[in-house]
């Protein structure tokens, strides 16, 4: 079976803030066991709604989320990574009041909604693969702004999965950092209540915003 490392989601995307939106560009990478869930999902639609497709995948089907100039390499050579390079204008991501910036520096969220029903599930649960999942996201702060109520950052590790976020300022540079670790695909019942408090602390850091303020203020 694959190592964690082996089924790998990479995202690296550098944005700045232009009128209501969030733009700039994408860079994204699958390998193994992410790569084949992504050309599965492809290869059963029609060749000429493939892209289309691509395109709702990369958005999670949300209109505000506005992919273009999409690149994407072959996915007829299963033996290379999957690549796709886009340029991006996401409205959703940013709110404005006053002076002041709101911003979601994470749309993808993966794993928010996976707390189990303890009270309705009795059976152990099994992911399909070991995965990793990175993704740094990368804002220029505008000038004459300063970046304040930076959340902490999330760090849960044990033996079968790791969940570490967090937020950097380097210059004029806002860096938001996330590494998702599925290590052992069998979770045990015994082990649902944990998992279930370490969601809720994912969700409670994924859902905080950053704030950006005017200096003079």
Avoid: C
């Amino acid at each position: 079976m694959a190592t964690a490392s082996q089924n790998y989601d990479y995202e690296i995307s550098k944005l700045a803030i232009e009128g209501n939106s969030l733009t700039g560009s994408v860079n994204h990478v699958w390998k193994g066991e992410d790569k084949e869930s992504v050309l599965s999902g492809l290869n059963s639609i029609k060749k000429e709604r493939a892209d289309e497709a691509m395109l709702r995948y990369l958005s999670n089907s949300n209109n505000d989320y506005q992919i273009s100039d999409l690149k994407l390499s072959s996915t007829d050579n299963p033996d290379k990574d999957l690549t796709a390079i886009y340029k991006v204008d996401n409205k959703s991501a940013l709110t404005s009041f006053g002076k002041s910036y709101y911003i979601d520096m994470d749309m993808r969220k993966e794993l928010i909604n996976s707390t189990i029903d303890i009270a309705e599930r009795k059976h152990d649960f099994w992911f399909d693969y070991r995965m990793h999942i990175a993704k740094q996201t990368e804002l220029t702060i505008p000038a004459s702004y300063k970046a304040v109520n930076i959340p902490a950052a999330l760090n849960i590790e044990n033996p079968d999965y790791e969940f570490h976020i967090k937020y950097d300022v380097v210059g004029n540079k806002l860096i938001y950092t996330k590494n998702i670790i599925i290590k052992n695909t069998h979770l045990v019942t015994a082990k649902f209540a944990e998992w279930n408090k370490d969601i809720e602390l994912l969700a409670k850091t994924y859902n905080q915003t950053i704030t950006l303020k005017p200096l003079s203020e």
